[in-house]
């Protein structure tokens, strides 16, 4: 396979934890709405090339994402933060925005956090756990109003330390445990994540926490919120789970394991991915990115992954919109559109094995209900036949689909998950010209909210 010129020979990309294919965004199986072996060749050199920045960018140790995954001193200074943090805790609650959430709702979510129709529990001793990264007046005064102030724990983050909506939600949350009388307990109910002191640089959060005693871990300079999950933003998530946040590292690092091993951009993941995403907008007009896994812990994944490649490749009249879907609930809604509307899309779907996992259905009542085919089965076999019936009827209606088959779901496997799609991301952005590490206009609209507020 790896000596073959023809890409198309090799469309599937085999990682640790998952398998990924892109035969049904090939001409060979949509015909002309799919990519050539020459348009997607042109691609794969492109990808080639960013595969090779990459190794090198590993071995200078000029990428700090790349290495993130050796280190393990930050996870035991998360660990014991979070267990001192934890003591009489009944639930912790977690500040921060975007990057700085995004990515450890994923972790949490996998574990069994927020699943529909799931109240929150305390799990084996732990506190319970809630996010609140979307600032609403109505929601953060509900939400701290009706709260054992002592028996909570706020975890703050903010990279730069000067977020808005995190700060002004932590200084709400301070002042409610002062009025609660607990002023004194400050420093044992909060805990921040942000960037070291920086000569000639202002840190809000920092100046804060550290004028109340408040204790902070260190975000990592090198590695910014969107691209923070492996670092202890995420990780400290992962551990408030019970997760096993090594496990969530090593899954990362069979990813660069790999990359570090292959040549051949055919045969890695991310770089197949990058440029069939790629080849596809420029040629097929593919301008939207449909993230949707069939199953619920991987629901926040996908919304992870709207943040990632909206504000790393949305640059400069580039890039495609990314849309967070969930298998087979969006089969009911969203999937006209995928199926018959304008074909601008490109749908990835992450899927995993559930035969005769879940519920059996009985077969009386199937019967009964004219569900005959149901006879036999279990909630997991409908599921499962779902989402291998999709991509064939997307391949059908001649609609782009890639699909990521995971081996399993645990920590190591979405460990691989986020590392595979920030790399492809990277790749992504580097192919189309741009940097995907910053993000110029969401400054702008921080900034122009900063001059509103002052000026009335």
Not at 293 to 304: E, K, S, V
Not at 347 to 358: E, N, V
Request: with cysteine; hydrophobic share 40%.
């Amino acid at each position: 396979m790896a000596g073959t010129s023809n890409p198309g020979a090799s469309s599937t990309s085999l990682a640790t934890n998952f398998t990924q294919s892109i035969e049904g965004c090939l001409e060979s199986t949509i015909h002309e709405y799919g990519l050539s072996d020459t348009q997607l060749r042109v691609y794969l050199e492109k990808a080639k090339k960013e595969l090779q920045t990459l190794k090198q960018e590993f071995i200078d140790k000029s990428l700090p994402l790349l290495s993130i995954c050796s280190e393990r001193s930050d996870i035991e200074d998360a660990a014991q933060a979070l267990q001192s943090l934890s003591t009489n805790a009944d639930l912790i609650i977690f500040f921060g925005t975007g990057g700085s959430s995004l990515g450890g709702q994923a972790l949490a979510q996998m574990s069994g956090w927020n699943l529909p129709g799931v109240g929150e529990q305390r799990e084996q001793g732990r506190p319970r756990t809630r996010f609140y990264d979307n600032l609403d007046p109505n929601t953060l005064e509900r939400a701290l109003s009706k709260i054992d102030l002592e028996k909570t724990r706020f975890i703050v983050t903010s990279k730069s330390g000067g977020t808005t909506e995190t700060l002004a939600q932590t200084i709400v949350a301070l002042e409610q445990v002062k009025a609660a009388g607990l002023a004194q307990e400050i420093p044992n109910l909060f805990l921040g994540i942000t960037q070291p002191k920086k000569p000639g640089t202002k840190n809000g959060l920092r100046a804060l926490f550290e004028h109340l005693n408040i204790p902070m871990l260190d975000h990592h300079t090198g590695i910014g919120g969107r691209f923070s999950c492996l670092t202890n933003v995420g990780l400290i998530v992962a551990l408030s789970r019970g997760m096993d946040a090594h496990l969530i590292r090593h899954g990362a690092k069979d990813i660069i394991d790999q990359m570090m091993a292959i040549d051949d951009p055919r045969l890695f993941s991310p770089t197949l991915g990058a440029a069939v995403a790629m080849a596809l907008n420029e040629h097929k007009g593919i301008c939207t990115s449909v993230m949707m896994p069939y199953t619920d812990r991987l629901g926040r994944l996908a919304h992870w992954y709207a943040q990632l490649w909206a504000e790393s490749l949305g640059k400069n009249g580039k890039g495609t919109s990314p849309i967070a879907a969930l298998g087979p609930l969006d089969q009911h809604s969203q999937l006209q559109l995928f199926m018959d509307g304008p074909r601008h899309h490109l749908i990835t779907i992450i899927r995993l094995d559930t035969t005769q996992s879940g519920p059996h259905i009985d077969p009386e009542m199937a019967k009964i209900a004219g569900q005959d085919f149901l006879i036999g089965r279990t909630v997991g076999d409908i599921v499962n036949a779902q989402a291998n019936a999709l991509p064939k009827a997307l391949a059908k209606a001649g609609r782009p689909v890639r699909t990521i088959d995971l081996h399993r779901l645990d920590e190591r496997t979405i460990g691989a998950l986020f590392m595979h799609f920030m790399l492809e991301t990277i790749i992504s952005g580097r192919i189309l010209g741009i940097d995907p590490f910053d993000q110029p206009a969401v400054e702008l609209a921080k900034v122009l909210t900063r001059d509103y507020l002052a000026q009335r």
